[in-house]
């Protein structure tokens, strides 16, 4: 059920029987050259297709904008920010709240949105609720590590292909070409470097790290639709499982 296609009749009569909500998140920021700003948050939006045909959950509109500001210096980029961000899911949680709903799911497509997410699921536990944060590309790697990516790379790329080809623009595509900071310090993560045998945080803009706007061991010139199709029903099919059984938690 969406609350944008209910009537505020349809909602109080809806909230009577039901306590739960599912709030998706994303963020406009790169994906690299030839992946659409909008991934993180097309993502999750066509998983929430899929959870409507099979459950009753109450899906509100998504979020499209997170905590991006490491993306910044890449054109067309919006963050919120985690002050934003963070606002934003208060005042959202907040209403719910006031509805009778107690059991909230974050279904999440950018990293970057965690701390917010989980600060706001204390402050919810604090109230009597409880959350869950769903990260669906840490559940792809998790369902099969051959899905397992990086950002911008092979797995994001295979999810967009089996969503819209159309948002993949491979023509556009740039290799991977991660910017050393030192002959010593070699880059083995978007902010971390290996010295010595050991990884250390080093922290810095993406655009600073790889100029093309992705990162990752899964290039995104081996995404296929096919990959994309099999691991978002394999997700949802998970999601779904879960939200069924968290739905009967009583808090």
């Known amino acids: 059920m969406r609350l944008e296609q209910m009537t505020w009749k349809q909602a109080e009569n809806f909230f009577k029987t039901h306590d739960t909500a599912i709030i998706p998140i994303g963020s406009i920021e790169n994906h690299g050259s030839h992946l659409v700003l909008g991934t993180d948050f ?104 051959k899905w397992k990516g990086g950002h911008g790379g092979g797995e994001e790329t295979a999810a967009i292909l089996a969503i819209n080809p159309e948002w993949v623009h491979m023509e556009d595509y740039m290799p991977l070409t991660p910017v050393e900071i030192s002959p010593e310090m070699k880059v083995n993560g978007t902010r971390t470097v290996q010295f010595k045998g050991a990884t250390v945080t080093v922290q810095r803009h993406f655009q600073s790290v790889t100029p093309s706007g992705w990162f990752g061991p899964d290039d995104p010139q081996d995404a296929t639709a096919k990959w994309g199709k099999e691991m978002l029903q394999a997700v949802t099919q998970y999601i779904i499982e879960f939200i069924a059984a968290f739905e009967k938690i009583e808090v």
């Open 42 to 145: 097309l993502i999750p939006s066509h998983i929430t297709e899929s959870i409507q045909e099979q459950l009753e959950t109450l899906i509100v509109p998504a979020v499209p904008y997170g905590i991006a500001d490491h993306h910044k210096g890449f054109a067309g980029t919006i963050s919120l920010g985690y002050e934003g961000l963070h606002l934003v899911l208060q005042k959202i949680t907040d209403s719910l709240y006031e509805y009778g709903v107690r059991k909230f799911i974050f279904l999440n497509g950018h990293g970057g949105n965690d701390p917010a997410i989980l600060d706001v699921g204390l402050e919810l536990e604090n109230k009597g609720c409880l959350s869950a944060l769903l990260n669906w590309w840490q559940l792809a790697g998790e369902l099969n590590p």
